[in-house]
């Protein structure tokens, strides 16, 4: 297994300009990580995508690290007006870069859902987002850059929908990006669905949440709501309770030997929640191998 460490994790750092994308290279190469992985947002404003990737790029080659990844926001529902092929083309471009990165994976979202559900559920959209990802990951190809789904957010997040969307964009360069801990914001069980999905595995995330059951009362600041109603909380790993351990076994069974790329999302201290979830994560991957 390699490590990898998400530059969301550092979004405290980056909010209070303690660390800028450039400086987290060598930030996340001197705390002993294999690679980093890049999000979109992230891209100052003032500077054009394609110029800022290829800085990030020769940043990392200097330093010695690897990007792993690159993650993009889209919507192939709403998107771009409801415009699918225009929301495609956006995301063709964002292929663009992540050629640029020299990364070889790239995961975009599917949807955060329809504005008005009425009497549509995530099946009534099945075939409008398989027919996107799949012009998308088609396109990518080309550059021998795979693309990924991720379970992520609410509507295209638990492991039977995630499944249901690879099944039907068909392609062998498509796949997903399985996030152990994001399947608790479906109120789905992490062992089961990890069990599910690990098969279609291109990438992890490794994440751990505290959980708080709906019946008890608002714990408060930090806390957001899943989709069911229960109370959770970005943590540590291995401070919460999301059954890390359990998981990476699943993923092992399948054969997966790719990257691990912790996101932190808890309200610790961003340097040392990283740094001590990586050191937990080294132990519990040794754990699982026995």
């Not at 690290?65 to 083309?89: H, K, M, P, T, Y």
């Not at 959770?232 to 054969?255: E, S, Y």
Request: hydrophobic residues 40%; aromatic residues 10%; charged residues 25%.
């Amino acid at each position: 297994m390699q490590y990898a460490v998400s530059i969301y994790s550092f979004m405290q750092y980056l909010r209070e300009g303690r660390l800028t994308p450039l400086s987290c290279i060598a930030k996340v190469k001197e705390m002993g990580f294999d690679a980093i992985e890049f999000v979109d947002f992230v891209f100052p404003e003032e500077e054009k995508p394609e110029e800022y990737a290829a800085k990030l790029r020769e940043e990392a080659d200097r330093a010695g690290l690897a990007i792993s990844n690159f993650a993009v926001g889209a919507d192939l529902l709403q998107g771009s007006g409801g415009n699918l092929e225009a929301e495609v083309d956006t995301l063709k471009k964002k292929v663009d870069i992540a050629a640029i990165l020299g990364c070889p994976t790239m995961r975009h979202d599917v949807t955060g859902g329809p504005k008005n559900r009425t009497h549509q559920g995530f099946d009534s959209y099945l075939e409008r987002m398989a027919v996107g990802c799949l012009a998308v990951t088609e396109y990518a190809a080309g550059k021998g850059i795979r693309t990924m789904t991720e379970n992520h957010g609410f509507f295209a997040q638990d492991s039977r929908r995630v499944e249901k969307l690879i099944n039907r964009v068909a392609h062998d360069n498509f796949g997903q990006l399985v996030d152990i801990g994001n399947f608790l914001c479906a109120d789905d069980d992490p062992v089961t669905a990890v069990g599910r999905c690990a098969p279609y595995a291109f990438y992890v995330h490794i994440k751990d949440f505290i959980v708080k059951s709906g019946q008890e009362p608002d714990p408060g600041e930090g806390f957001f709501l899943s989709r069911g109603g229960n109370f959770l909380r970005g943590t540590i790993i291995g401070h919460g309770d999301v059954p890390v351990v359990q998981c990476l076994r699943a993923l092992k069974r399948t054969g997966y030997d790719g990257y691990l790329s912790i996101e932190f999302e808890g309200m610790e201290d961003c340097v040392q929640g990283i740094s001590l979830g990586l050191k937990n994560l080294r132990r519990y991957v040794e754990t699982a191998a026995r």
